[in-house]
């Protein structure tokens, strides 16, 4: 079971964490992932770690921009500069196995969305 917290209001250019606490074991061949979703508009990757290797990856629309990072059995994402379309409910999910873990298609669990809305 994955629980998301930390989304809320914010202006562009403020920063804003979100939090994802997994009640189940990790192992450190999975890999946890952010999505997010826009209204009428697909669920997009946003960033993905590793979990044993703490590799990290990237949407480009975000890099520079939000981290993303782990401890025992949360992982979080740091968003800083953000923006207007920024603007959406974040998930985030676990990938066990698959081609690929940029699709959410690809993972097995979810949390139930923080919801992030940018003013400009």
């Known amino acids: 079971q994955l629980q998301a917290c930390g989304g809320g209001l914010a202006q562009a250019g403020d920063s804003l964490r979100l939090s994802c606490a997994a009640s189940g074991r990790i192992f450190s061949s999975h890999i946890m992932g952010w999505f997010r979703q826009a209204p009428e508009r697909e669920r997009d990757f946003v960033a993905a770690?590793?979990?044993?290797?703490?590799t990290t990856y990237f949407a480009d629309s975000v890099k520079g921009r939000f981290t993303i990072s782990r401890d025992q059995n949360t992982v979080y994402l740091q968003m800083a500069s953000l923006k207007p379309e920024d603007t959406a409910v974040y998930y985030c999910?676990?990938?066990?196995?698959?081609?690929?873990?940029?699709?959410?298609?690809?993972?097995?669990?979810w949390g139930q969305g923080t919801q992030v809305t940018v003013s400009s």
């Open positions: 999910a676990l990938f066990r196995r698959g081609d690929s873990f940029y699709y959410p298609r690809y993972y097995d669990y």
């Open positions: 770690i590793r979990w044993g290797a703490r």
